[in-house]
């Protein structure tokens, strides 16, 4: 594996339709940032260099543009969630049943948890 190329601040204004406020993303929900750190983090683990998550992600974005995800970036962590899924399956660092498996025990939690309360996996 080649060595991760680490992402810095310097980086983040060049990415494509991200919501920002003084030139730094805004993660208007918690799972944004977890989900923008998941990236980074296996990045930097050496499962894939910042270049081929760029690719990736760009991807997923035409695709979802295609799809007539709204211009808005209200769906771009959405996106930025399932390029991270297809990453995960290319690199076989899961499978879709792992996957599927994550994504009901997630609903699940989320559907047995009081309102205005965190949302946590029961392990």
């Not at 998941?38 to 690719?55: D, I, K, N």
Request: proline share 9%; no cysteine; aromatic share 10%.
């Amino acid at each position: 594996m080649s060595r991760p190329e680490s992402l810095t601040s310097s980086d983040v204004p060049s990415l494509p339709d991200v919501p920002s406020s003084s030139d730094m993303p805004v993660f208007v929900e918690p799972w944004h940032a977890q989900v923008f750190a998941l990236a980074v983090r296996l990045s930097e683990q050496g499962h894939f260099t910042w270049p081929e998550w760029a690719a990736t992600f760009s991807e997923e974005l035409a695709r979802a543009s295609a799809a007539g995800a709204p211009k808005d970036g209200s769906a771009y962590y959405d996106v930025w969630l399932t390029a991270l899924e297809t990453m995960l399956l290319d690199r076989n660092l899961a499978t879709p049943e792992q996957l599927s498996d994550l994504k009901q025990a997630w609903t699940d939690a989320y559907l047995s948890t009081p309102h205005g309360a965190p949302v946590h996996l029961k392990r």
